[in-house]
């Protein structure tokens, strides 16, 4: 009976489970993951943003572009307006050929603007520049694809 009775207390005093310090500790742990995780949906969103307006600009550059090689050669777009040449193919801003300027897709502004090179590489060719750019958080952007015609 005596040992019934030390065994019963022993159960009654026996500390199970998990103490207040041992609680605090894993939610603390658990806290700083949750917070990494949510950082890296964050980045992963602008990653995503970012990588769909790149798509959006290469489809804008490729459609103008392939506007450009449907046109006559002796079109006023295929004309090296201000003489520069090779030098000239990556022209933005003023000092391009041609320009189309603010055009608004998904919300976003994006300029094109396009170079020629005449008789370049070849005698009766022309090569084209073509530079898309757009602002995105802040910085410009810009891509450019070259086209021998």
Do not use: C
Not at 10 to 19: R, W
Not at 23 to 39: C, D, E, K, N, Y
Not at 48 to 55: D, F, G, K, M
């Amino acid at each position: 009976m005596k040992d019934t009775i030390q065994s019963m207390k022993k159960l009654l005093t026996a500390s199970e489970g998990f103490s207040l310090l041992e609680v605090v500790v894993a939610a603390s742990i658990l806290t700083v993951g949750l917070l990494a995780i949510a950082t890296l949906q964050g980045a992963a969103i602008k990653g995503n943003n970012s990588a769909a307006t790149n798509t959006i600009a290469a489809t804008v550059a490729t459609d103008r572009m392939e506007k450009l090689m449907a046109l006559d050669m002796n079109s006023q777009q295929l004309q090296d307006s201000d003489n520069d040449g090779q030098n000239g193919l990556s022209d933005t801003g003023a000092d391009a050929d041609h320009a189309v300027t603010g055009q608004v897709i998904s919300g976003k502004s994006f300029n094109i603007f396009w170079n020629v090179a005449e008789d370049t590489p070849n005698a009766g060719n022309k090569t084209i520049g073509l530079v898309v750019t757009w602002n995105d958080r802040g910085r410009t952007r810009a891509l450019e694809i070259t086209q021998v015609r």
